[in-house]
């Protein structure tokens, strides 16, 4: 699978747009960007994910590069439940996922 | 549906035994994976599961480990000797049928404490 690179930490006021980048320079044609986040304690849950196509559903939107080279999760109006870990994987949806260290998003009220 | 279930949430033992976790997936869910996650990492890939066969196995899962899935159903992970290397926690996921497009759904995990 490719690597991602994601900053380790973010900062957001809430009710304002959470933008969180990732690098996925080496993606292959065939590999999709996913994003998970982990909110503390809990196991991974899945947000988004999408192949070339910008994406949007009731989480959150998915802007991916024309070149595919990188994506930006934008969580519209974060919430101090939006608190978490966010991982951006790249995968070909027939292998197991594989986490990086994420970004942790931390929303202040 | 209740999603991932796994059992136990909690287990503390001594370095040396063995332990067994086990983790039932959304019903009808082919896919079964298990991860281990320490603390400020993310989850590494343990194995994962395509109904009852064992598909794949990751380097960290070491002799001491093994995983089963009778009849592709519940799956069970058990450490033998563990150590204190091992004190993480162990997350289940299970996914559907293998088609592209599909979401893993973890579950909430077992935190494992060997003392």
């Known amino acids: 699978d490719a690597k991602t690179t994601q900053p380790p930490s973010m900062d957001c006021a809430e009710g304002r747009a959470a933008n969180l980048p990732c690098n996925h320079s080496t993606i292959s044609g065939n590999e999709y960007v996913y994003w998970y986040r982990q909110i503390h304690s809990q196991g991974p849950q899945y947000i988004i994910h999408g192949l070339k196509n910008n994406e949007t559903n009731e989480m959150a939107s998915l802007i991916i590069t024309e070149d595919r080279k990188s994506s930006t999760l934008i969580l519209p109006h974060a919430t101090l439940r939006d608190t978490a870990v966010y991982y951006c994987?790249?995968?070909?949806?027939?292998?197991?996922?594989?986490f990086g260290s994420g970004t942790r998003l931390q929303v202040q009220p | 549906d209740t999603g991932v279930s796994q059992d136990p949430r909690h287990k503390i033992t001594k370095r040396g035994q063995n332990v067994t976790f086990r983790c039932d997936p959304i019903s009808e869910h082919n896919r079964l994976y298990w991860y281990r996650q320490t603390l400020g990492q993310g989850p590494e890939f343990l194995t994962y599961?395509?109904?009852?066969?064992?598909?794949?196995k990751s380097r960290l899962l070491s002799d001491r480990f093994s995983a089963e899935r009778p009849k592709g159903s519940f799956s069970t992970l058990e450490i033998q000797r563990t150590e204190q290397g091992d004190s993480a926690m162990y997350l289940c996921?299970?996914?559907?049928?293998?088609?592209?497009?599909?979401?893993?759904?973890f579950g909430q995990g077992t935190r494992l404490t060997v003392v």
């Open positions: 996921a299970s996914s559907p049928r293998d088609t592209l497009n599909t979401e893993a759904f």
């Open positions: 994987i790249v995968n070909t949806g027939r292998r197991a996922l594989t």
């Open positions: 599961f395509q109904n009852e066969a064992q598909l794949e």
